[in-house]
């Protein structure tokens, strides 16, 4: 059966809220979490960036799900000490906790003063952290190492039983072809024209594999305007593809680029809908185009009622159909 996991926004919602929402979603019949994780959010309406891996350890500790993270290795967060803190939850929460690693943003990463490095090097060091959390997770002492990144006298003295997994967070084409080498699995997000089951197809194709999960981005309230007014007010700075949505570096720079951004282009990345039988129909064809999970992403900053609402009548959809 398909997981229907709950979306944790940390740069929406403050981290004491985002607590309560999701143990809200658990209690509501939601499988699964997964989190974000951001230094900057992406608007100032959005106004919030708790930091994941503290939130991470209350949010596991206070369900009993599993929740996984998003993370970006290489700059802000030097390999070795991903290796550490996602093991330290791997061993804390066994079977519960993973993290899909990605090449990541200016906006989270510039903080450090370093350069921010052009796409192929990100990439390129994506794939050399990848492989450094995974021999750390493994037992491997990580002594001289210098390429992208550098690592001296490294070694993890508390590690889960197993090792937790590594999947890879792509949004194109080509970052899913690469990321086939080392992943033991996808995540994604939807995209106008469905464009994440091509991400998926490329994923698969070049020999990607493990489980598929797929992040929706969508709006519901009870009314449609009210519906595409948050879809609008709180996204409208997220529609930006390559390179904006990689090389801008504050929200101040995202909202000056939204300020023309038409409602149309938003309600393209968002699903958005006052009907609850329509979203059920939109998240089950996704499901069909292979995904194992989806990761129900209400872009409002008031979860309860999208919790509540989906609990009632959108997840018993789902499964019965499933």
Not at 46 to 72: D, E, M, N, R, Y
Not at 73 to 101: D, K, N, S
Not at 161 to 187: D, K, Q
Not at 211 to 223: D, K, R, T, V
Request: charged share 20%; glycine share 8%.
């Amino acid at each position: 059966m398909t997981t229907i996991g709950f979306h944790a926004s940390q740069e929406q919602i403050s981290p004491s809220q985002l607590l309560r929402d999701v143990q809200r979603a658990e209690e509501a019949g939601f499988d699964a979490a997964m989190s974000s994780d951001h230094f900057f959010p992406w608007s100032e309406r959005q106004g919030h960036s708790g930091f994941t891996f503290s939130w991470l350890g209350a949010a596991l500790a206070t369900t009993s799900f599993p929740i996984g993270s998003v993370c970006a290795p290489g700059q802000r967060y030097h390999p070795a000490v991903v290796a550490q803190a996602t093991a330290t939850l791997g061993e804390m929460f066994p079977g519960r906790y993973w993290v899909a690693l990605g090449a990541g943003q200016a906006m989270n990463e510039h903080i450090t003063g370093e350069k921010w490095l052009g796409q192929d090097d990100r990439r390129r060091r994506l794939e050399e952290s990848a492989k450094i959390i995974s021999q750390l997770h493994a037992g491997q002492w990580i002594s001289g190492h210098k390429g992208l990144v550098e690592v001296d006298d490294a070694y993890l003295y508390d590690r889960p039983e197993n090792p937790i997994p590594l999947y890879a967070a792509c949004v194109t084409e080509e970052s899913a072809r690469r990321a086939a080498r080392w992943a033991g699995g996808l995540i994604t997000l939807n995209q106008a024209g469905d464009v994440q089951n091509d991400v998926l197809t490329a994923y698969r194709d070049a020999g990607g594999e493990g489980p598929a999960m797929l992040q929706i981005h969508l709006s519901w309230a009870p009314s449609q305007a009210e519906a595409e007014e948050i879809a609008y007010d709180q996204w409208r700075s997220n529609v930006f593809g390559p390179p904006l949505d990689q090389d801008l570096p504050t929200p101040a720079h995202f909202d000056a680029a939204a300020d023309t951004v038409p409602r149309e282009n938003v309600l393209e990345a968002v699903w958005t809908s006052h009907s609850a039988a329509q979203h059920a129909e939109w998240i089950h064809h996704a499901v069909q185009s292979g995904f194992d999970a989806v990761y129900l992403h209400h872009v409002g900053q008031h979860q309860q009622p999208f919790i509540e609402t989906f609990g009632e009548h959108v997840l018993p959809e789902l499964r019965q159909s499933s």
